[in-house]
């Protein structure tokens, strides 16, 4: 019970004792289903369009990037795209939830008396007895509804704020410590550390208050003072505070966790926050398979490697090959006197390589002028083999190239074709070719077959 108000005093108008409190919080909360309808249907299918332009700007940005820099951009990437799929569902589900509950609102209205058990043909008294117990009456079902509706879009919004706190800072940390280990040299050493540190923190101040707080109960339960103890306790709550917008959070979380299931509640949580971070990599995964489920039990990957796969031709590349960054030819049937072959560059998977077999200070080409168009196409040249119909290719009289249509940077080579005969030849390339057979920097190769069908006019 609140305590009772001096004579003459006049009640605080934001307290929840103010006499006009409850009619307040009656009144909007006659609205809150209007407002959560404006929302849900205003983002919900918009959401859904916006994944493909983040997977547009993440494929274009991180094939010029490796280390903690690549590291960001895909963390970015991750968190946005789960973001936007899982609030899109969670708000259709919503709106399919309101949406039913207007039904049998407008059901209510128009049938006061709800469901009349005695008129349903059919149903005897076992049967009738039965399904009243598990459906209830039409009161019950809206209250529910509601219940449900009101739940699944506050923890939406929950979710939400927490994947995007998520996705930003974790951005922003990959950002300053690369900062700091440009400064400082070794950038993705410095960065690992920092980043390192910042979650084991993180770690530390979530889990040591759990472990004072049961000390604490244990002690008091023996009649011991834990003043001490307790100041150490507020002392990293109030760090945890600087880590976390509790006030934003905590009373979205708290009230859902303590009037729900509060086990099940954070379990479903986590659950939801896992699956997000896992949707952006089933989308890259799917960008580059040519499908994630098949039944290609005949034509087999392993058979259409060893025959043509279309992203090595520029004429029949697509939008789903922006992540297959092959060794290309401008198609599969030549009728030049020579063919164009371009070679990409990728940053973080040949840096490495070229860090060991190319003679480079610090790994880096800080050469100017035509000295670092040679250096570029020597270091480049040294992680690839290539062969024209089993005979060796010499990359010295490559150069370097930037194709901002394919935006990719690497070697462009004009191979003579007028002394081969008419009809099929195979170009292989091959990456690190005495590489293992396992792990990132495995050979990689790369068979390109094509016709040359020489034009007579010529």
């Known amino acids: 019970m609140s305590e009772a108000l001096e004579p003459g005093s006049t009640p605080d108008p934001g307290s929840t004792d103010h006499p006009d409190a409850a009619g307040r919080f009656a009144r909007l909360r006659e609205r809150t289903d209007e407002l959560e309808l404006f929302i849900s249907g205003l983002l919900a299918f918009a959401l859904l369009a916006v994944p493909g332009r983040i997977f547009d700007a993440w494929a274009t940005s991180t094939v010029h990037t490796e280390g903690v820099y690549a590291y960001a951009l895909w963390f970015g990437f991750s968190t946005s795209v789960g973001l936007c799929y899982v609030v899109a569902v969670a708000l259709i589900v919503h709106l399919a939830i309101r949406g039913y509950w207007v039904g049998l609102v407008g059901l209510k209205i128009h049938f006061p008396e709800g469901i009349r058990w005695d008129r349903i043909p059919l149903l005897g008294p076992v049967s ?50 690369g900062a700091v280990g440009a400064l400082v040299g070794n950038t993705d050493r410095i960065a690992l550390i920092i980043v390192s540190s910042f979650f084991g923190l993180f770690i530390v101040v979530n889990l040591v208050p759990l472990t004072l707080e049961k000390w604490i109960a244990r002690r008091t339960a023996r009649g011991l003072p834990s003043a001490r103890i307790a100041r150490t306790m507020r002392g990293v709550l109030t760090i945890n505070q600087w880590l976390i917008p509790m006030r934003l959070l905590l009373p979205v979380q708290l009230t859902l966790q303590s009037n729900r299931y509060a086990r099940n509640f954070m379990v479903a ?29 005949v034509v087999t990957t392993e058979a259409v490697e060893e025959g043509m796969v279309s992203a090595h031709y520029e004429s029949l590349r697509v939008e789903r090959d922006r992540l297959l960054r092959y060794p290309m030819i401008p198609s599969d049937v030549v009728s030049g006197p020579l063919l164009r072959v371009f070679i990409p560059h990728q940053p973080q998977r040949d840096n490495g390589l070229a860090r060991r077999l190319c003679a480079l200070p610090d790994g880096e080409n800080r050469l ?53 005969p008419p009809g099929r030849h195979d170009l292989r390339l091959v990456w690190n070719p005495d590489g293992p057979d396992r792990g990132t920097a495995r050979h990689r190769d790369y068979r390109i077959p094509f016709w040359y069908a020489p034009d007579p006019s010529r």
Do not use: H
């Open 128 to 177: 009738r007895a039965f399904y009243q117990a598990r459906v209830g009456t039409l009161e019950q079902s809206i209250a529910n509804a509601d219940r449900a509706a009101s739940t699944l879009f506050s923890a939406t919004l929950l979710f939400a704020l927490t994947m995007v706190l998520i996705g930003a800072g974790s951005v922003l940390l990959l950002a300053l410590a």
């Open 269 to 297: 949580y986590f659950v939801a926050v896992m699956v997000a971070m896992s949707i952006g990599g089933l989308q890259a995964v799917g960008s580059a398979k040519f499908s994630l489920f098949n039944r290609y039990d």
């Open 368 to 420: 100017r002028g035509a000295a670092a168009e040679t250096a570029a196409v020597r270091c480049v040249g040294r992680l690839w083999k290539v062969t024209l119909d089993g005979k060796p290719v010499a990359l010295e009289q490559f150069v370097a190239m930037e194709r901002r249509d394919l935006e990719m940077r690497g070697l462009v080579g004009y191979l003579p074709l007028s002394a081969l």
